[in-house]
């Protein structure tokens, strides 16, 4: 079982769309990360939050917005996507924001954007 | 920059083969080296993971040295099975965002 929780396992949604992807660990893990996986590729960083700021925006378009309400949960708001943004959408946790220190991944949710 | 150049794949063994999945890295400093796989439907997890020179990781019987003379990290196994068919990613990250630099992917395949 993955210590990193994501919900929901799948979403589709239409271009007009507001939905939101949740993160939740409990290992006390202080640094936390969105990535976007294409199929047959990757992960690709997206954000990466440390003691819940924002640290790291990797270029990523206005229309996701990620959110980190307090140490356990992070959210990726999602606004007006476009079809090529269907993906899966991994959350990761480490216990610092350090090089030697593992990521731990959730099973990711499976975008469709229609 | 840095980056991380990986095997292609697909690779298709038989059970209780060898494996050897080469991956070499190019990075300024001093990284730390993981492998990471992916069943199917999952995210990833952590295979194993080397944070100095000459180190060796090591889990589930995989193994892979850090040799910093070859800039390389290669994943072995002494005898697969079908449960470890899966993707399989050689990461780095060498910077104090631990951001993880990932190869492409490398697709393992173990029949009976």
């Known amino acids: 079982d993955t210590e990193v929780t994501q919900t929901p396992k799948h979403l589709v949604m239409g271009m007009t769309n507001k939905k939101s992807l949740k993160c939740e660990q409990h290992?006390?893990?202080?640094?936390m990360y969105w990535y976007k996986q294409k199929a047959k590729k990757p992960p690709e960083l997206m954000f990466v939050?440390?003691?819940?700021?924002?640290?790291i925006n990797e270029s990523v378009p206005s229309r996701f917005s990620p959110e980190c309400p307090n140490s356990s949960l992070l959210n990726l708001h999602l606004h007006a996507l476009q079809p090529e943004d269907s993906a899966l959408y991994l959350c990761?946790?480490?216990?610092?924001?350090?090089?030697?220190?593992?990521?731990?991944f959730g099973n990711g949710t499976r975008l469709t954007v229609t | 920059g840095d980056s991380v150049t990986q095997m292609e794949g697909p690779v298709t063994l038989s059970e209780e083969a060898c494996l050897t999945i080469?991956?070499?890295?190019?990075?300024?400093?001093?990284?730390?080296l993981f492998w990471y796989v992916q069943y199917p439907g999952e995210g990833l997890q952590l295979l194993l993971k080397?944070?100095?020179?000459?180190d060796k990781g090591s889990n589930k019987g995989f193994e892979a040295t850090y040799r910093k003379e070859t800039t390389s990290f290669h994943l072995e196994k002494g005898s697969v099975q079908v449960s470890d068919s899966a993707v399989y990613f050689c990461?780095?990250?060498?910077?104090?965002?631990?951001?993880?630099?990932f190869g492409t992917g490398t697709r393992l395949t173990v029949i009976p």
């Open positions: 990761a946790s480490s216990r610092l924001l350090r090089g030697d220190s593992p990521l731990h």
């Open positions: 290992m006390g893990h202080r640094a």
């Open positions: 939050y440390s003691y819940e700021k924002l640290s």
């Open positions: 080469n991956c070499t890295y190019t990075a300024t400093g001093y990284p730390s």
């Open positions: 080397a944070t100095k020179a000459d």
């Open positions: 990461a780095l990250s060498s910077d104090g965002a631990n951001n993880l630099f």
